[in-house]
């Protein structure tokens, strides 16, 4: 089984300054990795996800999350955050083969919610 | 351009009636999902189904009931609601031949069992 740790629970900034939301997971089969964002009031959609290959990966919006094998970790960052990054953050894991009936199964952390400040 | 679709948004019920939450999508998906979200304790998955006529359990089943006739409707039903079932839920679906697909979320039901 997989678990998720997101290390912070809330993360202040002041806008334009740097920012990196912590994600460890925990699994003892290959997995595949995901960050999702919450915006208020609204449903979770997909920031960006690691699948194979280069082990950073980056979303339209200027965000990116490097994926650490050694260190299990799937750390997300931004140089620079505007007001509108403020939401909550949700890293989750998935198990790279199907469960016995073809499903997906994703696992998330508890989530880190960002305030910018102005 | 409807996506996943949730209904009600907002939904107050007593301790001990039953309702379905609703959830549709338009994007023949076979794989369908109703989590809930918890302050600290990020979403967890209820039940979901990899097609029509076919429904498992996730990590939190107890006092909810799924079924799916239909690829695109996949509702969820309270027997008997409890005040522990006052939660955030959410219906996802995906294309489910490949756990590292996108999961497509709807907005969120907001129900509270007083």
């Known amino acids: 089984a997989q678990s998720v740790t997101q290390l912070d629970s809330q993360v202040p900034v002041f806008e334009e300054a740097p920012v990196e939301l912590r994600c460890n997971y925990s699994?003892?089969?290959?997995?595949?990795l995901f960050w999702y964002v919450q915006y208020p009031n609204q449903g979770l959609q997909l920031l960006l996800k690691y699948l194979s290959g280069s082990t950073l990966v980056e979303s339209i919006n200027g965000f990116e999350a490097e994926f650490n094998k050694s260190q299990t970790s799937f750390h997300l960052r931004k140089p620079s955050v505007h007001i509108s990054d403020t939401a909550e953050y949700f890293c989750a894991v998935s198990d790279r083969r199907m469960n016995r009936q073809g499903a997906q199964k994703l696992v998330f952390g508890q989530g880190t919610r960002l305030t910018i400040n102005p | 351009n409807a996506g996943v679709t949730q209904t009600p948004k907002f939904q107050v019920l007593k301790t001990g009636q039953s309702m379905t939450l609703q959830c549709a999508q338009d994007m023949n998906h076979e794989y369908m999902s109703w989590y809930r979200q918890d302050p600290g304790m990020g979403l967890r998955l209820i039940h979901y189904?990899?097609?029509?006529?076919?429904?498992d359990q996730g990590e939190v089943p107890n006092g909810y009931n799924v079924s799916r006739s239909t690829t695109e409707d996949f509702p969820l039903r309270l027997l008997s609601a409890a005040p522990s079932q006052t939660s955030v839920y959410f219906c996802a679906s995906s294309y489910h031949r490949d756990s590292g697909n996108t999961i497509y979320f709807g907005e969120g039901s907001w129900l509270t069992v007083v």
């Open positions: 189904s990899v097609g029509a006529g076919i429904t």
């Open positions: 699994s003892s089969v290959s997995v595949y």
